[in-house]
């Protein structure tokens, strides 16, 4: 009696060990999937930052265009060479 009391508590604890392996390792793997997840949106973010500074930086090279431009303009209008 004693023994098999003895048994299924021993089937008991090894089927909980199971379970708590189980969820370790589906932990884990949720916390590995949301680093990815981190690492994707940060390098989504630095594109995106980068994008926005080469776009201020073409605009900002075309307003120094249009001044260049239009300062010789001015010097021919004023006569000024």
Same mark, same amino acid.
């Given at each position: 009696? /004693? =023994?098999?009391?003895? *048994? @299924? ?7 909980? +060990?199971?379970?708590? %392996? ?7 793997? /949720? =916390?590995?999937?949301? *680093? @990815? ?7 989504? +973010?630095?594109?995106? %930052? ?8 073409? =605009? ?12 010789? +303009? ?8």
């Amino acid at each position: 009696m /004693l =023994l098999g009391r003895k *048994e @299924q508590i021993q089937g008991k604890m090894e089927e909980l +060990r199971r379970r708590q %392996e189980e969820s370790i390792a589906r932990r884990e793997e /949720l =916390l590995r999937d949301m *680093e @990815q997840a981190n690492a994707m949106t940060q390098r989504e +973010r630095d594109a995106a %930052e980068a994008a926005k500074e080469e776009q201020r930086q073409h =605009l900002q090279a075309q307003v120094r265009t249009i001044q260049c431009n239009n300062s010789g +303009r001015e010097s021919l209008v004023l006569g000024v060479d």
